[in-house]
């Protein structure tokens, strides 16, 4: 039940990411003298949408795509996040919160990387 959960919260959150990525696209491209804060965060949500997409397809035989999926999303939004809040208020989330976003979404990503030999088989 849990991991039934946790798979449908990544393909929500691949959604909300995804429409958080083209919003902030086109904030860079029409409402904003200085696109580049709202560009960087849009780039990040376009790149990781997909990938939450794919995790959620690979989970059946995925090992590691539950904690893949939890570090790229709470690395996305904190990245993305800060950006924006640059962006709209002048200030960040909080203190090191787009590094950590980062750390959290390089480390997701090599928590797929690790997924490739963490297979699961049919007979689990």
Do not use: K, N, Q
Not at 97 to 115: D, Q
Request: hydrophobic fraction near 60%; proline fraction near 4%.
């Amino acid at each position: 039940m849990a991991d039934s959960i946790a798979r449908s919260a990544t393909l929500f959150f691949a959604g909300i990411i995804g429409v958080a990525g083209v919003a902030s696209a086109a904030l860079a491209s029409h409402a904003s003298a200085d696109p580049r804060l709202m560009a960087g965060a849009s780039a990040m949500c376009l790149a990781h949408a997909p990938a939450l997409v794919a995790l959620y397809a690979a989970w059946p035989t995925l090992r590691t795509a539950a904690v893949a999926a939890i570090l790229l999303v709470v690395g996305t939004l904190l990245f993305a996040g800060d950006l924006a809040m640059r962006h709209a208020a002048g200030h960040g989330l909080f203190p090191m919160s787009a590094p950590t976003g980062g750390f959290l979404m390089m480390t997701g990503w090599l928590t797929v990387a690790f997924g490739a030999f963490r297979h699961r088989t049919t007979t689990e």
